[in-house]
């Protein structure tokens, strides 16, 4: 069963719980780096200058997928909320996942164009939701 048969309603719930999961990946490769540095129980934050550099960026990438999945569960459930139901909705919330995956793998082996390429997809896939919301309701 491919994922574009569930329901509609249903993709956007998984896509919710999918990126959610997604905020903490990068943060696996900061949890490894800190603890082959030595993890500073007293000054956790303070480490981050002695992190290697592809930890740092995952750092930020870590950050990053903080704020953008506040955008797009914002975007999915108004999506659910409203009743969009549309293979184009399911498409949207569905490209944000692996959009989201590759930003942080391309953020953190320093791939800037790809990054940002994957960053204009997931918010695209925002504001496709956040249309198709608002177009739902007039």
Known sequence: MSLLQL??????????AAAAVLIYVPYL??????????YDFS??????DKLPPYAQRATWAHQNSFES?????AAALMAYVTGVNSSMAATAAIAFIPARLLYSTFYIVNIPL?????FGVGSFSSATLFYLSIMQQR
């Open 114 to 118: 790809l990054r940002s390429l994957m």
């Open 43 to 48: 000054a956790p934050r303070a480490m981050f």
């Open 69 to 73: 999945f506040m955008i797009f569960a």
């Open 7 to 16: 329901p509609t309603p249903t993709i956007f719930l998984y896509s919710i």
């Open 29 to 38: 490769l900061v949890a490894y780096a800190r603890a082959r540095i030595g």
